[in-house]
């Protein structure tokens, strides 16, 4: 029987759920194995090529990667996947016909965890025969999102959004990156803007927002009091809320939207579909989704 030698580099590690989530999936598939951590500084450029090189041996069977490293492992691997390649980051590294190989697997995780929280909301409404705009806000017809932050996970992000047709805004605080990940985008100009992280920039974008994902670190603990909304900025009032933060389970972000009446959830579920998504890619082996969630609940 094979053993799946798998694990996750980047730097800080010490908080990581990945191992949870990994060792749950090896078991719900009855595989043998071991998830472990693989802190490397960025400065570290020789400890990251010794590390690949385990996986290119076949020591390691596959490599998550995580901030800083989804884009300096890049120049270091083979090839990369169309998604990878378009979306200019990886999390994902194994070996494919003898080459070392870069996938992403952050934009797929991301748009199937959005997916089940919109249709969750929605159904919630049916089920409760509520008049709430909530369910047309959903709809094909209004799929307009503002994206907050423009680094790593902005990219994946946004790749995800206008695969899945909707406009984007990106408001960042340095214009200039979040033109950047346009420019390097395959997608067309037309649905893709960008503005500076102003109060008054966001606050001409309300009437017409259906949905908000907040990218950047902002709420992350240890500063669970901070959030990358505007303080007395009013929610758009029929949008949605998606906080990539996970760490706490419930971030300022969505605490003051679920306040405020709307719909939010923080990026706890696209990292287990992220992961599961990776895991399926090492092992052949599709975890139950249930499986993993119950490792990392407290």
């Known amino acids: 029987m094979s053993i799946f030698h798998l694990g996750l580099t980047g730097y800080p590690l010490g908080h990581s759920l990945s191992p949870r989530i990994h060792r749950a999936a090896l078991a719900a598939c009855g595989l043998q194995g071991d998830y472990s951590l693989f802190p490397i500084s960025p400065e570290d450029q020789q400890g990251l090529k010794d590390l690949l090189a385990r996986v290119r041996s076949g020591e390691i069977t596959g490599l998550n990667v995580t901030i800083p490293h989804k884009q300096t492992v890049i120049p270091l691997l083979d090839q990369l996947t169309p998604a990878a390649k378009a979306i ?56 307009s999102a503002l994206v907050l932050g423009a680094g790593g996970s902005a990219r994946a992000v946004v790749y995800a959004l206008t695969s899945d047709d909707w406009s984007v805004t990106i408001a960042a605080r340095r214009p200039e990156q979040a033109r950047e990940l346009i420019a390097q985008l395959p997608t067309p100009n037309s649905r893709l803007s960008v503005i500076d992280y102003q109060i008054t920039n966001l606050q001409s ?94």
Not at 114 to 133: M, V
Not at 267 to 275: D, R, T
């Open 88 to 143: 200019g980051a990886v999390n994902t590294i194994f070996m494919q016909n003898g080459k070392l190989t870069g996938e992403n697997t952050d934009a797929p995780g991301f748009l199937a965890d959005l997916r089940r929280f919109l249709n969750a909301e929605i159904s919630a409404n049916i089920d409760n025969s509520q008049k709430n705009s909530v369910i047309s806000v959903y709809s094909v017809v209004n799929k």
């Open 205 to 298: 974008l309300i009437p017409n927002l259906s949905l908000i994902i907040n990218t950047t670190p902002l709420g992350m603990h240890p500063g669970n009091q901070n959030s990358p909304w505007p303080e007395g900025l009013p929610f758009p009032p029929n949008a949605a809320v998606y906080d990539l933060v996970y760490n706490p389970r419930e971030t300022k972000l969505v605490k003051d939207a679920r306040a405020a009446g709307l719909p939010a959830t923080t990026g706890l579920g696209m990292l287990i579909e992220q992961a599961a998504l990776s895991f399926e890619i090492w092992t052949s082996c599709k975890p139950q989704r249930d499986n993993l969630r119950n490792a990392v609940e407290i």
